[in-house]
């Protein structure tokens, strides 16, 4: 198979898996009960207490509804050391897992290998992840779909080896082919985006929308309600994009280097943004379409920006956002401020910042408090926060850390796992 090129062999491989599980179903008698017919031959791809052991003794249905004392229960069992030591996954599982991926990942972890419809299958999508945790493939995987992962350069060798011997079992899942050493608000935050943006478009051309993801989103929404969601844009794009606000408009008027991985500034003033473009604020994570990507790639005016941000401070922050503005960019809108989208608005990510947060009976506040804990005035969301968030329209949430609360990511999983499987 290696001698043929690479969008057939991944054509091959995917006929192949769908192949596999279809043997698989055809092993599976009709249970009588109550639930649907598509419900029961899928019913081996649900989560059970079993496959998630240190968590059984959680009532994840409670946890959703937010009643108290399940909460309560929850809060305390993450902080004991015994659950933390018994939930902890260590690199060498996968990079042993891998070694029989059929078994260990796809029949133990339960990874969906066949389009679960026809409309999902016909809208496939591209994901750019810049990940350090390994759990977040799983909850987003789709065989038709395609995946670009940037592992960042300064990761311990173990995880590194985890993640690539996760993607090596998977024809649509593949690392990027440049990583870099990525520095918090500087440049190299946005470079693993566009090193996958440039794989996944010259991968394949079947792809639809263009979603980029960090290791500690999460989905809110099942692939068909993603899909279902993207069809509702008729080609337009999702993400922040507003007018630059005061205290922010310094980061791109002056330049900024890294020294010892850190972002500094240099003292200089920079120059108008080429082509006298105006600079929108936004955030890192977008939701857009195969013509935007292209764009980024090939447009001479988003060249000349990108070459213009390289010295700015956190320009993961502006540049989408700008993008999103320009006239002839596929699913853009006019810069005029009655065009502008709030990350509320948007569809891309839900986030939780510190100073928006407040009781529910308060006009002013935008979300009611965190659960979890603050990192850097973002809501690291605990298992209070899920009923909150699974009403919200936002296809992600970020951020979620498995390690301090993973019965907020197994519940969510879960229920996402079940509500696809019932669809």
């Given at each position: 198979?290696?001698?043929?090129?690479?969008?057939?062999?991944?054509?091959?491989?995917?006929?192949?898996?769908?192949?596999?599980?279809?043997?698989?179903?055809?092993?599976?008698?009709?249970?009588?009960?109550?639930?649907?017919?598509?419900?029961?031959?899928?019913?081996?791809?649900?989560?059970?207490?079993?496959?998630?052991?240190?968590?059984?003794?959680?009532?994840?249905?409670?946890?959703?509804?937010?009643?108290?004392?399940?909460?309560?229960?929850?809060?305390?069992?993450?902080?004991?050391?015994?659950?933390?030591?018994?939930?902890?996954?260590?690199?060498?599982?996968?990079?042993?897992?891998?070694?029989?991926c059929r078994f260990v990942l796809i029949n133990h972890r339960?990874?969906?290998?066949?389009?679960?419809?026809?409309?999902?299958?016909?809208?496939?999508?591209?994901?750019?992840?810049?990940?350090?945790?390994?759990?977040?493939?799983?909850?987003?995987?789709?065989?038709?779909?395609?995946?670009?992962?940037?592992?960042?350069?300064?990761?311990?060798?173990?995880?590194?080896?985890?993640?690539?011997?996760?993607?090596?079992?998977?024809p649509n899942v593949f690392m990027v082919s440049k990583a870099?050493?990525?520095?918090?608000?500087?440049?190299?935050?946005?470079?693993?985006?566009?090193?996958?943006?440039?794989?996944?478009?010259?991968?394949?051309?079947?792809?639809?929308?263009?979603?980029?993801?960090?290791?500690?989103?999460?989905?809110?929404?099942?692939?068909?309600?993603?899909?279902?969601?993207?069809?509702?844009?008729?080609?337009?794009?999702?993400?922040?994009?507003?007018?630059?606000?005061?205290g922010k408009k310094k980061r791109v008027m002056n330049a900024?280097?890294?020294?010892?991985?850190?972002?500094?500034?240099?003292?200089?003033?920079?120059?108008?943004?080429?082509?006298?473009?105006?600079?929108?604020?936004?955030?890192?994570?977008?939701?857009?379409?195969?013509?935007?990507?292209?764009?980024?790639?090939?447009?001479?005016?988003?060249?000349?920006?990108?070459?213009?941000?390289?010295?700015?401070?956190?320009?993961?922050?502006?540049?989408?956002?700008?993008?999103?503005?320009?006239?002839?960019?596929?699913?853009?809108?006019?810069?005029?401020?009655?065009?502008?989208?709030?990350?509320?608005?948007?569809?891309?990510?839900?986030?939780?910042?510190?100073?928006?947060?407040?009781?529910?009976?308060?006009?002013?506040?935008?979300?009611?408090?965190?659960?979890?804990?603050?990192?850097?005035?973002?809501?690291?969301?605990?298992?209070?926060?899920?009923?909150?968030?699974?009403?919200?329209?936002?296809?992600?949430?970020?951020?979620?850390?498995?390690?301090?609360?993973?019965?907020?990511?197994?519940?969510?999983?879960?229920?996402?796992?079940?509500?696809?499987?019932?669809?």
């Amino acid at each position: 198979m290696w001698f043929l090129k690479r969008s057939w062999r991944l054509r091959l491989l995917q006929f192949i898996a769908v192949l596999g599980s279809l043997w698989m179903l055809s092993l599976l008698s009709p249970l009588k009960t109550g639930r649907s017919a598509a419900y029961i031959r899928y019913q081996w791809l649900e989560y059970t207490d079993d496959d998630e052991s240190p968590e059984k003794v959680c009532n994840c249905s409670a946890v959703l509804q937010g009643e108290k004392e399940e909460l309560r229960k929850a809060k305390l069992l993450t902080i004991t050391k015994d659950f933390q030591k018994n939930i902890h996954i260590p690199d060498e599982y996968y990079i042993h897992a891998a070694r029989d991926c059929r078994f260990v990942l796809i029949n133990h972890r339960k990874y969906i290998t066949f389009p679960l419809s026809k409309e999902e299958e016909e809208f496939p999508l591209a994901y750019s992840m810049v990940v350090h945790h390994k759990r977040l493939l799983r909850a987003i995987y789709a065989p038709q779909n395609i995946y670009c992962v940037h592992v960042d350069k300064k990761s311990p060798a173990s995880v590194f080896a985890a993640i690539k011997a996760i993607t090596s079992c998977f024809p649509n899942v593949f690392m990027v082919s440049k990583a870099v050493n990525v520095v918090y608000a500087g440049w190299t935050r946005v470079q693993p985006d566009l090193n996958c943006m440039a794989d996944l478009y010259n991968t394949s051309t079947t792809w639809k929308y263009f979603i980029n993801l960090c290791g500690q989103d999460f989905p809110l929404k099942t692939n068909l309600e993603i899909v279902q969601a993207l069809r509702s844009l008729k080609g337009g794009n999702s993400l922040e994009s507003e007018e630059m606000p005061r205290g922010k408009k310094k980061r791109v008027m002056n330049a900024y280097q890294v020294v010892d991985g850190q972002i500094q500034r240099t003292g200089k003033t920079k120059d108008p943004a080429p082509f006298n473009l105006p600079i929108l604020s936004g955030n890192a994570y977008i939701v857009v379409n195969r013509g935007y990507v292209r764009s980024v790639l090939e447009d001479k005016r988003i060249q000349a920006l990108i070459e213009w941000a390289k010295d700015t401070y956190s320009p993961d922050e502006f540049l989408w956002a700008t993008i999103q503005r320009i006239p002839g960019v596929p699913g853009s809108t006019w810069p005029n401020r009655k065009f502008d989208i709030t990350d509320m608005n948007a569809i891309a990510r839900i986030v939780k910042w510190q100073w928006h947060e407040g009781s529910e009976d308060s006009l002013q506040s935008v979300y009611p408090e965190c659960k979890g804990h603050h990192v850097r005035s973002i809501c690291v969301y605990g298992a209070g926060d899920l009923q909150w968030l699974i009403e919200q329209h936002h296809l992600f949430a970020n951020k979620f850390d498995a390690d301090r609360d993973p019965i907020a990511v197994y519940c969510l999983e879960k229920y996402l796992r079940h509500r696809a499987l019932t669809e």
